[in-house]
C-alpha cells in the first residue's frame, strides 16, 4: 500500500468552482509530489440533488487541469449495503434511535430552554435539544425511512475515550488536535447519522468510504474542520482507522466572500469558456 492516498470528494450537485479547483489540485499535486495515490470520490448519496451530468462534467473538468486519478471514482450510491451494514451495527449496539422532529420542532425546543442561555449551534446547525431521545425502545426492530440520530451519551460511553484527537498537517508541520469527551456533548450533540429521505448521511459515509478507499492523507477545505471530531468519534465507533488530515485555505473572491456552491460565475466551466487555460486557474487560487 502506497505511504500516501489522498482524494478530491465532489459532491455532483453543481458545477465545479474555483475553490473545488483549488483543492483538487492541491491533492493531486500532494500526492504526485511523493509518489503516492489520488483518488476521486463522487459523493451522491443524496439523490435528490445529485446528477450524472454533473458528474460527467466534473470528470471533464478535472481532465482539462491536468488532474489524473489512479483508479476507478468511487461512487456512493453504489455503497448503500456498506452504509446500511454500519447503521444496522450502531444500532443493535443501541447508539442510534429515530427522531421525526421537523427543523421548526428544534428550533422551538432549543429556543425554549432556561431564561438567558442562546440556542448552541454545531458542525451541523442547532445542537439537538433530544426530544426523540427516549421515545423509541431501543431493542426495537431497525427503523425503516425515518431519521436516526447519535445518541451521542450513550456513543462515548461505547468507546470510553477521554479526548479526541487527530493530527493535522500544515506547512509540513503535524499538530495533534483534540477535543475532550464531555465537549462532544455541547458542542455536537445527537447528530442525524441516517436521513429520512435517503439512507446515510454526510458523516457515516465520509467515515466508512475513507476507510475504504485506504486513505492516509485526507485534504480538504477548513470549512469541514469543525465536523472532524465527529468523524474521530465515528471512526473509533466502528473500528476504523483515523487518516492524517490537512484542512486548506478557502477561495475567497475579491470582498473575501467564500464562494459559493451556487456561484456560476467562478464555475471551472465559465472560465473555460471564456479561453482562460489551467495554468490561469493554478494562478488564480494561488498555486
Ligand atoms: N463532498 C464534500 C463537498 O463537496 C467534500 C467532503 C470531504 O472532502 O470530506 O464539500
Ligand atoms: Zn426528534
Sequence with gaps: MADFITRFAPSPTGPL???????????????RAVGGKFLLRIEDIDSTRSRT?????????????????????????????????????????GLLYPCTCTRRDIAAAASA??????????????????????????????????????DIRKALDAVDQSEFCYTEQSSGID?????????????????VLSRRDFLGSYHLSVVLDDASQ???????????????????????LLGLTTPTYHHHRLIRDENGKRLA??????????????????????HMVGL
Design 113 to 150: 430552554p432556561q431564561e438567558g442561555t442562546e440556542p448552541a449551534y454545531g458542525p451541523d446547525g442547532l445542537i439537538y435539544p433530544g426530544t426523540c431521545r427516549t421515545k423509541t425502545d431501543s431493542r426495537a426492530a431497525f427503523p425503516e425511512h425515518q431519521a436516526l440520530r447519535l
Design 17 to 31: 468552482h474555483l475553490g473545488h479547483a483549488y483543492s483538487a489540485l492541491l491533492a493531486h499535486d500532494m500526492a
Design 53 to 93: 451530468s454533473w458528474e460527467e462534467q466534473i470528470y471533464d473538468d478535472l481532465t482539462w487541469l491536468g488532474i489524473t486519478w489512479d483508479d476507478t471514482p468511487v461512487r456512493q450510491s453504489d455503497r448503500l449495503l456498506e452504509y446500511k451494514q454500519a447503521l444496522h451495527t450502531l444500532w443493535d449496539r
Design 175 to 191: 499538530k495533534t488536535l483534540c477535543i475532550p469527551a464531555q465537549d462532544m456533548v455541547k458542542d455536537v450533540g445527537d447528530i
Design 261 to 282: 456552491k451556487r456561484d456560476d460565475a467562478r464555475a471551472i466551466a465559465t472560465y473555460r469558456a471564456e479561453g482562460k487555460t489551467p495554468g490561469d486557474i493554478r
Design 214 to 236: 485506504g486513505i492516509t492523507h485526507v485534504v480538504r477545505g477548513k470549512d469541514i474542520q469543525p465536523a472532524t471530531h465527529i468523524h474521530i468519534l465515528l471512526q473509533s
